[in-house]
């Protein structure tokens, strides 16, 4: 198993772009165990208090591990990251940034701290010793893009990147579509749990130790990430989720769909209009994310169950 240490200062990047120099080269099939900083790359502290957030470099916010280059990948293919494992720290935080979130500019800025033990997260002085149960997942996971140019870290892309979808978790596997040589995996942002939509910017930050095993797909070309998850808030068993990633919610939407009838087409040889009446009578659109503009995340959540019936 190959381990990396996100904890030192050149294992992580603040851009996406497709000539940073690899941390590690990795062959398709290995296993890694990664340990990864916090969003705010170790700037909040366990004792850090809510004066403390004004003295946060943005710059360095979101700042992923990588990249890692996977030997034998090529644009075209697609890369299969299963998530085995993620061990969040003892504690976390959240935080209502003034100019940040879905109703910015609404309150003042407010710092809170979760102790987190036995799978539950309990904040200081704050929401009254409610309980939120701890469930995982990696906010951020992408791929380098293709264009010769950077991106900045906290919207969301084509390639993937600040996606917030929480169910990128425990048993998950997401697909990335491959854009250049050696694909250039990074990821970054744990959180301990999250809602869908991210409404107030923040989930229950903290940092983790990732076990990830990577594979690159050949012949399975997608246009955005997709997941299939053993989230099983809505159905039984695993789903299938398409991310449509947009500008306009309307469009991510849209995109959610049609990668979804792409996939159901390709995989389980549905027709577009067979795909399309069962996204409508079962698939469950969320809003995975809406707070990292200019770009949001639809998901299109299907259950695999219903498509195992076709074998």
């Known amino acids: 198993m190959i381990q990396i240490d996100g904890f030192i200062e050149n294992n992580v990047h603040f851009k996406w772009n497709n000539k940073i120099k690899p941390i590690a080269y990795v062959n398709s099939g290995e296993e890694l165990l990664i340990k990864v900083p916090d969003s705010s790359i170790n700037q909040i502290k366990y004792d850090s208090r809510t004066e403390d957030l004004s003295k946060l470099d943005m710059n360095k916010v979101d700042g992923a591990v990588g990249p890692i280059y996977i030997n034998d990948a090529k644009p075209g293919d697609t890369l299969e990251v299963e998530i085995q494992d993620i061990k969040v720290n003892n504690w976390g935080w959240s935080a209502i940034i003034r100019d940040f979130g879905i109703l910015k500019n609404r309150f003042n800025e407010k710092l809170i701290i979760w102790d987190i033990k036995e799978n539950y997260a309990i904040a200081k002085e704050f929401l009254k010793g409610i309980k939120i149960p701890v469930k995982p997942f990696l906010g951020i996971i992408g791929l380098a893009p293709k264009e010769d140019k950077e991106f900045d870290m906290i919207p969301p892309q084509y390639f993937g990147g600040n996606m917030d979808n929480r169910l990128n978790g425990i048993g998950s596997k997401i697909y990335l579509p491959i854009n250049v040589d050696g694909a250039l995996l990074s990821i970054s942002d744990p959180h301990a749990s999250q809602g869908d939509g991210e409404v107030c910017g923040t989930a229950i930050e903290t940092s983790a130790e990732v076990k990830l095993k990577i594979n690159v797909i050949k012949g399975l070309n997608i246009k955005r990430p997709l997941t299939i998850s053993p989230n099983k808030d809505d159905f039984k068993g695993e789903v299938i989720a398409t991310m449509g990633i947009s500008n306009d919610l309307y469009q991510a939407a849209k995109d959610a769909i049609?990668?979804?009838?792409?996939?159901?087409?390709?995989?389980?040889?549905?027709?577009?209009?067979?795909?399309?009446?069962?996204?409508?009578?079962?698939?469950?659109?969320?809003?995975?994310?809406?707070v990292d503009i200019p770009n949001f995340v639809v998901s299109l959540v299907i259950p695999k169950y219903i498509l195992e019936e076709l074998n």
Not at 258 to 282: A, C, H, P, R, T
């Open 258 to 290: 049609n990668d979804m009838l792409d996939f159901l087409n390709k995989q389980y040889k549905l027709s577009y209009e067979e795909g399309y009446v069962l996204s409508s009578i079962i698939g469950n659109l969320r809003i995975s994310e809406i």
